[in-house]
């Protein structure tokens, strides 16, 4: 398969807001794919992330450059994937001047347009994770085989490129074969926001109320003496928090794959701010600030596989296993109990609580309606498009930030607001500082920014606009802190924001 065609397909994604021409493009592209590997390299193309991961080429090196591009396409795309496999095996002496002429041999033999595509590739600027659901779905298309079956595996193996590459070799039969993996982290289920703690009550029938903690996500897998801890964006970080390590290795089983919390406690036993317990997540050494977890989910336990048992059962697992580190909540509570649970939380300093219901089974990657979140203040996780430099007190500062929301499409984010408020003297230097890194251009009165940081806002509602392209608008939006845990895939969606809008609001799409 010639390069190009990975380079013609990625530009006719991002040409359209339509998904059905999205996935028939992919699609497409996919089964044209024939040579061993094929499928899996170009998937990874179009996901923004080489098989290689870092190859030891920065912005610098792309910078500096000046290759002459190719006036035909004659790349392929297992030629690239060999190349790049090159560079990121190169190392010792002199290994930075051997880099450079692989990356020059590239770039050479490449066309303007995939010179461009390269660069995007190799500096991140590509990596679209909200274009991951079109994706699963142009898998099951080209494979002709279930959408739900390409999702699970995909939520099993957490590798898209390895679950194309089975359905279109092997089909259902082959996506079926994905199980769950001692030391090999799943995508963490997710919860969706509730309107009320009794609305949720009555839409769930038998639930569980859990805290709402203000901490990190974490999973959790042990086999045996051998630990591998994982955060919400399955990045490893065993080496950074030890104490956890201990507290799992001390469990009284022999395997088990657990998911949660963890956060950093005060002397009274009260959260301390979510960015100590974060500052953690980046070490690479032991630190004074202890962190303590709290489970909420087992799905595995002593050699048994309960991702698709319902809670009820994983419950009763977790709680033999965990002991005091589970999560403080209630099964089946009356509806007084439910609100004591969610008085308790908050007076705990916590966010508010989570209901699940307890006859579901764990959904990986899923944002439904099984766990549904329940916080006295409206927050989204919204992605940082730009920021407006001061004034006043605020000159040569930047401030006033405009805020965008997922487009579940693939699209680029969908921009819902502006906000300045909430913003402390802290927060204004380290966002001088730090937005420039991630600058994508720039005009006399505002940086702006690739779609790489979410910040999460507090607001009192939303409401219905033709100020801006997704329809409606936040009202009194306010920041709250940044989510260094957290992806631009995993943003809230401009259906989350529009589905904010109060009753009888509505919102017409421009297309």
């Keep these: 398969m010639l390069f190009a065609d990975v380079v013609a397909t ?3 994604v991002a040409a359209t807001r339509s ?46 450059l000046d290759i002459a591009p190719a006036a035909e396409p004659g790349l392929t795309v297992r030629r690239v994937d060999e190349l790049l496999d090159a560079v990121a095996r190169t190392s010792g002496k002199g290994s930075g001047a051997r880099r450079t002429e692989l990356l020059g041999s590239l770039f050479g033999a490449a066309t303007v347009a995939e010179q461009r595509f390269l660069h995007r590739l190799l500096t991140g600027e590509l990596r679209q994770g909200a274009l991951e659901g079109v994706m699963l779905d142009a898998i099951a298309a080209a494979g002709e085989v279930p959408g739900e079956a390409v999702r699970r595996a995909f939520m099993l193996s957490g590798r898209l490129a390895a679950t194309a590459a089975a359905a279109l070799a092997g089909g259902a039969a082959a996506l079926g074969e994905f199980g769950l993996e001692l030391g090999r982290p799943v995508r963490p289920m997710l919860a969706s926001p509730a309107s009320s703690l009794a609305e949720a009550l009555t839409e769930l029938g038998s639930c569980a109320v859990e805290y709402k903690l203000d901490g990190a996500r974490i999973q ?9 801890i994982y955060t919400r964006t399955l990045r490893e970080i065993t080496g950074a928090v030890p104490e956890l390590v201990a507290l799992v290795r001390a469990l009284p089983c022999r395997s088990i794959v657990l998911d949660g919390e963890t956060l950093a406690l005060s002397d009274d036993g009260r959260p301390r701010p979510f960015q100590e317990t974060m500052s953690r997540f980046g070490a690479t050494s032991e630190r004074e600030l202890l962190l303590h977890p709290y489970f909420f989910d087992c799905l595995h336990l002593d050699g048994a596989d309960l991702i698709d048992a319902p809670l009820r059962e994983r419950t009763a697992a977790l709680r033999g296993a965990v002991g005091e580190l589970v999560i403080p909540g209630v099964l089946d509570p009356t509806a007084e109990q439910a609100d004591a649970v969610l008085a308790g939380a908050l007076a705990a300093g916590h966010e508010g609580v989570v209901v699940k219901s307890l006859d579901t089974t764990y959904q990986a990657g899923r944002r439904g309606k099984a766990w549904q979140k329940v916080k006295p203040v409206h927050t989204l996780d919204l992605v940082v498009l730009a920021a407006e430099w001061g004034h006043g007190r605020r000159t040569g500062l930047l401030s006033n930030l405009h805020l965008g929301a997922r487009d579940p499409d693939g699209g680029p984010p969908v921009m819902v607001g502006k906000t300045f408020k909430g913003l402390t003297d802290e927060l204004l230097a380290w966002q001088t500082s730090e937005f420039p890194k991630h600058e994508d251009h720039r005009t006399e009165w505002a940086v702006h920014l690739k779609p790489e940081l979410v910040v999460e806002i507090a607001l009192d509602g939303v409401q219905v606009s033709t100020r801006y392209p997704g329809g409606v608008a936040l009202r009194f939006a306010r920041v709250v802190r940044y989510r260094p845990d957290k992806e631009p895939a995993d943003a809230d969606t401009i259906d989350a924001v529009r589905a904010l809008l109060p009753a009888g609001g509505q919102v017409v799409d421009p297309d």
Excluded: M
């Excluded at 992919?26 to 290689?52: C, D, K």
């Excluded at 086999?223 to 591998?228: F, I, L």
């Design 220 to 228: 959790v897998h042990r086999d045996g003496d051998e630990v591998h």
């Design 10 to 12: 990625s530009e006719a």
């Design 19 to 64: 998904r059905l021409t999205k996935v028939a493009a992919l699609a497409g592209l996919l089964r044209r794919a024939g040579e061993p590997g094929e499928i899996e390299t170009a998937v990874a193309f179009l996901a923004g992330a080489p098989r290689q991961g870092r190859i030891g080429a920065g912005w610098r090196t792309l910078a500096e």
